[in-house]
């Protein structure tokens, strides 16, 4: 793709992702472009709970043949997604070991290190605190899949763990700025067995039987380089990430309703808002988007206040898609993964309409924080 940015734009370079489909975004792209859902029942993987439908990754096999140094039990399933989301995303950007040094890592993840605290809880709760494990307890902290990346990767740039799509509007100000050159963003979920009931007795998670928002897991990764930086060492750039923004206009109140039991409420007007503001510091027209990746996952609150603000911005009539109704609901990696697919689908020029290619993300975190981006 001939690169088009300003010398302080940013430039999406790399591209990771470890979803329900597989590992690889070569696995995400085939089955998104097939029109075929990777949900499915949980089985013997998730015990307890085998009838839930889930977006589960699999197999990662995958693991030791890229990471052979590393020995089992470390590290646990979900660091494993993202060490290997990270590690495609470095190899697919060509970023040099040079440059590695000086990469940050800015990573989403809205939720507790929840399967580690079981593993390390259950032989406790049963024999004794003499009984749990040093190594599970060590992995029970929220940032340890971004240590392990950051060791394993050789990326000692600034560091951050945030929620939603906090660590792509932080590490593009960031880049815009200055302050960096190149920085890992991206988002990594996991599910758990225990928490599936909880979640569905919320409303948020739909039951066996249900139509609603079905939980997924894995890891989305794209690194971000400020343009020229980019330009200098002749990487391929997938899309120039133009504007990013995050916010919320929810009311403060508690929903009763079964299909939306969290605090707030999503608004049409609130959605269609951000987007306007994320299309105006992109020096956007709403006509030139030629596809929305939006938030729709089946929960009936979500998807209505969206379809509004499509409605209400005059994109009705434009190409959207969803990731979440294919690999799952999953807070922290579903802005990770509608940036890595808008961008795909911007560098395979797939968007025809005799006219630049842009493209619009909208995402929703716990139906109170909204993120929104351009990319083109």
């Not at 945030?162 to 100000?173: D, N, S």
């Not at 963003?185 to 066996?208: F, H, N, Q, R, S």
Request: proline share 5%; aromatic share 4%.
């Amino acid at each position: 793709m001939e690169m088009l940015s300003t010398e302080d734009s940013v430039v999406i370079t790399g591209i990771g992702a470890v979803t329900a489909y597989g590992v690889g975004l070569n696995a995400l792209r085939k089955g998104l472009c097939d029109g075929r859902s990777a949900i499915a029942s949980a089985g013997p993987l998730l015990p307890g709970v085998e009838d839930r439908a889930v977006g589960l990754v699999r197999d990662l096999s995958e693991f030791q043949r890229k990471f052979p140094q590393i020995r089992p039990p470390l590290p646990f399933p979900l660091t494993r997604m993202a060490l290997l989301a990270a590690k495609e995303a470095i190899e697919d950007s060509n970023l040099p070991p040079a440059a590695r040094p000086s990469t940050g890592i800015f990573l989403n993840r809205n939720q507790g290190a929840t399967a580690v605290v079981v593993k390390a809880a259950e032989p406790m709760f049963r024999e004794g605190p003499q009984r749990m494990s040093p190594l599970a307890f060590s992995q029970s902290v929220q940032n340890a899949p971004l240590g392990a990346i950051s060791i394993h990767l050789g990326l000692h740039g600034p560091h951050i763990l945030t929620v939603g799509g906090g660590a792509f509007m932080l590490g593009f100000e960031a880049l815009r700025s200055g302050e960096a050159d190149a920085i890992l963003c991206g988002g990594i979920d996991e599910v758990e067995a225990t928490t599936l009931p909880a979640a569905e007795a919320l409303g948020y998670l739909a039951k066996p039987g249900q139509e609603g928002a079905i939980k997924g897991e894995g890891a989305v990764m794209c690194l971000l380089e400020r343009a020229h930086h980019a330009r200098q060492r002749g990487a391929q750039v997938y899309a120039e990430l133009a504007s990013v923004a995050v916010g919320s206009d929810s009311a403060l109140e508690k929903i009763e309703e079964a299909d939306i039991a969290c605090w707030g409420r999503p608004t049409g007007a609130g959605i269609a808002q951000l987007l306007r503001e994320v299309l105006n510091d992109a020096g956007v027209h709403i006509d030139d988007v030629a596809l929305m990746v939006g938030t729709a996952n089946g929960q009936p609150a979500i998807d209505d206040a969206e379809s509004e603000a499509a409605a209400i911005l005059g994109l009705s009539r434009t190409l959207t898609t969803t990731l979440k109704k294919h690999i799952g609901e999953g807070a922290g990696m579903a802005a990770a993964a509608s940036i890595a697919w808008a961008a795909d689908s911007i560098r395979r020029t797939s968007l025809k309409r005799n006219r630049a290619p842009v493209a619009l993300v909208f995402n929703m975190e716990n139906h109170a924080l909204y993120f929104g981006a351009v990319l083109r």
